[in-house]
């Protein structure tokens, strides 16, 4: 009887596996031979989860349906059937008991899995395995979650988690089926806690392809990701504003967030002490791709976005302090009046305090609040003011002469930018002695690094306090003078060091100096090969009676 059994087992499950393929064929009736073709897989995982003694007694109906179904495959193959509207009943009519099949053997599987507590578990497809053995796979864990106990639907959904991290292709083949989607869709609203935890884990992954976002969002996925935001334990919630992250990409999903009550449920868990840096910083990505959208934004500043972010920034968590930081530079950005509010609320100091040397914070930390400042803080002039009260040229001197080189670099392009916007500001870098760290950088084997340290220095000089500063420093100029080699390789921008040149001759010390230089004969160099029309206007305005004979003495000799 056995033997019977398991012979009938394999000649169904053969029976199913040709059909498939068989339908794979067919170009009429596309969308019916498509549920059918899922309902053969699920019926296949099915048989395969079961075992033939148990199932003998279905076996009969089973193979009598899927030959029906074989016959009716034949004739759309053919085009030989006698009318659509009987075709399409005769294909409802299977469908339906295909249906009843999956659901008669689920409940056998149930029951077998309470009584026994095990079931023959598919192997995974090796490396390279072709699709029907991963789709079958799929199938069998898929069975699993919908019969199986809480234990056996865990370890599915955890199976599942490994493949879809591991291949893409089993993402494509899990979003292909909707009923995959919608019974992980399931799953993140059910009432037990670890099946919740991995089907967010799952679906994290999956949305994070751009192929698979608007299937989920479609499946209702949305709402029952912000009730686990809501009420859900601390690793459900991480992988989900994880998932959030990824969907809100687009800004018609952003408008979904945002309908469901996402935007409150987020500022309540940056707002919770309890809630960890993990998840706070990853809340706050979710909030970044939301502000995206002009009137969520404006939400999110009525509601107090501001000042709910910048006391994040004092966090001890760096994860939370660099994901503040970075939400209050979207908002702020490109928003002259949320930049007024940023530095109303104080947003000055707190990020000049982070800033601070003696503070303890990676160079990621710092190079993150030293962009913020760049662009939060150098179009307003009463906010450059308050810049260079709380000592922030300071700090900035001491990471351009100790920092890394990263944050070295960008505290240059940050001494360039403060260059631009006042002559205050020229003022009181000049007075920290920032000149001649902008001579150093003259030499750098960086073009763009050359270009700024230039520019800087270009605009530093025009201020008199500065020149008369610059003039007393011999080897500052002789550098100068030394870069202006014609066959100097590694110089900066010849026309910006003639111009800061040019500067320093609006004084006689200045003049004395450049002319008394070893390398003054640069200048000339240039001037003789018509390189430059500006090195001509250098001698020119050299060659005062006062220092033409010197001139003469060191050009000509």
Known sequence: MADTAGSGHRRVMTLISSLVSLSLSIRVFAGKWQLIRSRLEELCSALVAGDSTSLSSELPAINGTVEECHELARRCLDLSYSGKLLMQSDLDLTLGKLEAHVKKLSEIFKKRVSRHGYAVVVSRPGFGAGKDDMRFYLRDLMTRMKVGDLGMRKQALMNLHEVVVENDLYVKLVVDVSEFVHLLVDFLGCNEVEIVEEAAKVVSVVAGFDFCKGVLVGAGVIGPLIRILECGSEVGKIAVVRCLCRLTENSDNAWCVSAHGGVTVLFRICESAECKGELVGAACGVLRNLCGV????????????????????????????????????????????????????????????????????????????????????????????????????????????????????????????????????????????????????????????????????????????????????????????????????????????????????????????????????????????????????????????????MLSGIWHS
């Open 294 to 549: 002009e009137e969520i934004k404006r939400f999110m500043v009525e509601e107090g976005v501001v000042s709910t972010f910048l006391k994040l920034v004092r966090s001890k968590d760096e994860v939370v302090q660099v994901s503040s930081i970075e939400l209050i530079q979207n908002i702020a950005s490109g928003d002259e009046l949320v930049r007024q509010m940023v530095v109303r609320e104080g947003g000055v100091r707190v990020l000049l305090r982070v800033l601070d040397p003696k503070w303890t914070c990676s160079s990621k930390t710092r190079e993150v609040v030293m962009r913020a400042i760049e662009n939060l803080c150098f179009s307003l002039p009463s906010c450059v003011s308050l810049l260079l009260s709380y000592g922030f040229v300071d700090h900035l001197m001491y990471y351009v002469r100790n920092g890394e080189v990263s944050i070295q670099e960008l505290g240059l392009k940050v001494a360039f930018r403060l260059c631009e916007a006042s002559e205050e500001a020229k003022k009181a870098l000049g007075d920290a002695g920032f000149m001649a760290e902008l001579v150093k950088f003259l030499n750098a084997k960086s073009f763009e690094v050359r270009e700024m340290a230039a520019e800087a220095l270009s605009g530093m000089v025009m201020v008199a306090k500065n020149r008369k500063r610059f003039v007393q420093d011999d080897q500052s100029i002789a550098l100068l003078l030394q870069l202006l080699d014609p066959g100097e390789g590694n110089s900066g921008n010849k026309k910006l060091l003639i111009s800061i040149l040019m500067s320093l001759t609006s004084c006689n010390s200045g003049r004395k100096k450049i002319v008394s230089s070893g390398y003054a004969k640069n200048i000339e160099r240039l001037a003789e090969a018509e390189v430059s029309s500006d090195a001509k206007r250098l001698v020119r305005k050299l060659a005062t009676n006062r220092f033409r004979s």
